[in-house]
């Protein structure tokens, strides 16, 4: 099983970005998979949860500093599950983190992408 992001990348303040996390070994949409989330870390900080999205009726959560600005969605037919994000700030900088947590309790995780927000 593995996880892809892609999409990082450099945007100014204000602007936006579309994270992309792809699946080879599995599908999204299986009842294997219970939740899939975004986590991001910063330099000098802990890993922290971004957005999340459960398989069974698609219900999203959101980190309270990214709520209204990012949104977490999923295409089944392509097996991906993305993270818009606008109005990015400076403080959104940090590598993001596709996870897949399964119904057996197993987590996986993508090699990660980085966002960087800059004037």
């Known amino acids: 099983v593995q996880l892809m992001e892609f999409g990082g990348g450099l945007v100014q303040p204000g602007g936006s970005l579309r994270l992309s996390c792809g699946a080879n070994?599995?599908?999204?949409?299986?009842?294997?998979?219970?939740?899939m989330r975004w986590y991001r870390q910063a330099p000098g900080k802990e890993r922290e949860l971004v957005a999340s999205?459960?398989?069974?009726?698609?219900?999203?959560d959101y980190a309270d500093d990214v709520k209204g600005r990012f949104t977490i969605d999923r295409d089944v037919n392509k097996n991906i599950v993305s993270l818009q994000m606008n109005s990015l700030k400076l403080e959104d900088t940090a590598v993001y983190y596709c996870?897949?947590?399964?119904?057996?309790?197993?987590?996986?995780w993508g090699q990660g992408t980085q966002v960087t927000v800059s004037s």
């Open positions: 996870n897949s947590e399964w119904t057996n309790g197993r987590q996986f």
């Open positions: 070994g599995f599908t999204f949409s299986s009842a294997m998979s219970r939740v």
């Open positions: 999205i459960i398989n069974a009726g698609s219900r999203t």
